[in-house]
C-alpha cells in the first residue's frame, strides 16, 4: 500500500521569505502523480503544483516548484517570496497512474504554514 | 473554468433528518468524488463515481447514500446520521479516461456537516 508521509506538522514563515515543506512517499509503482494541495483557513482545497513521475523537470508554478527525487521518494514544496495568502494547511498526495486506480488520492497528514507578516 | 461547487454551505440536522447535499460541474469531468474531512486531517475518500456509475466504496456506513444522476451532478442521502459524522464533506471531479485513469481532481469548497 501507498502511504505519504509530512513529518513538518507545523512550519512558520516570514513574509517575503522562502520556505520548504517535506513530503516523502512510498511506493512500489513506477508510473504515478505527485501533487500538493493548499488548503486555507477558508477551507477550499485548491491544487497548487502536480508532478508526473517519469518526468525528470521538477514542475514549477510562479512562485511554487518542487524538488522531485525519485530514487529517494522525496517530493518537497518550495515557496519563494511567501506571502500573507499563503498561510494554509498543505497537503501531499499521491496518485498511481494505473487506469483501474479511479484517481484515488493518498494523502499526508499535512502541514499547517503561518506567514508571519 | 475549474469550478465545483456544493450547495448547502453549512447544514444542522438531527439523527432523525433526512438531508442531501448536492455538488456539481461543468468541466465536462466523469469522475466525481466523495471526500469526508475532520478539522486538520486530511480528506477521507468515501465514494468515487466513473461515468456516473459506482466504482469505489470505502466501506462507508449505508446510512450515507450517493446518487450521480448525471455527469455534472452528484449528492450525497444523508439518514440517521450520527454526531461524530459531523465533519467537512467536500466533494471533488476530474477527468476520466477508461484507458489513461483519471486526471487532477478539483474540489469545491465543502459542506459543513453538524450533526445534532
Known amino acids: 500500500a501507498q502511504t505519504v508521509t509530512q513529518s513538518q506538522p507545523e512550519m512558520s514563515v516570514q513574509e517575503a521569505e522562502t520556505v520548504t515543506l517535506s513530503c516523502t512517499y512510498d511506493t512500489s509503482e513506477s508510473d504515478y502523480y505527485l501533487f500538493w494541495y493548499k488548503q486555507p483557513p477558508s477551507r477550499q482545497m485548491i491544487l497548487v503544483i502536480r508532478q508526473e513521475a517519469y518526468k525528470q523537470q521538477n514542475a514549477t508554478e510562479n512562485r511554487f516548484s518542487v524538488n522531485f527525487q525519485k530514487a529517494a521518494k522525496s517530493f518537497s514544496l518550495k515557496i519563494s517570496d511567501s506571502q500573507l495568502g499563503d498561510a494554509a494547511m498543505y497537503f501531499c498526495?499521491?496518485?498511481?497512474?494505473?487506469?483501474?486506480?479511479?484517481?484515488?488520492?493518498?494523502f499526508g497528514q499535512g502541514t499547517i504554514l503561518t506567514v508571519h507578516p | 473554468d475549474t469550478e465545483v461547487t456544493q450547495t448547502p454551505k453549512h447544514l444542522v440536522m438531527g439523527m432523525t433528518n433526512k438531508k442531501s447535499l448536492k455538488c456539481e460541474q461543468h468541466m465536462g469531468h466523469r469522475a466525481m468524488y466523495w471526500y469526508k474531512q475532520k478539522a486538520k486531517k486530511p480528506p477521507e475518500l468515501m465514494f468515487v463515481?466513473?461515468?456516473?456509475?459506482?466504482?469505489i466504496n470505502e466501506s462507508v456506513p449505508s446510512r450515507f447514500s450517493p446518487e450521480c444522476p448525471n455527469s455534472s451532478l452528484l449528492n450525497l442521502h444523508l439518514h440517521a446520521l450520527q454526531p461524530e459524522d459531523s465533519a467537512l464533506y467536500l466533494c471533488a471531479s476530474s477527468h476520466a479516461s477508461r484507458d489513461k485513469g483519471t486526471d487532477t481532481q478539483y474540489f469545491g469548497p465543502g459542506t459543513r456537516l453538524t450533526v445534532l
Open positions: 463515481y466513473s461515468y456516473e456509475k459506482l466504482s
Open positions: 498526495a499521491y496518485r498511481f497512474a494505473g487506469g483501474t486506480s479511479y484517481g484515488k488520492l493518498t
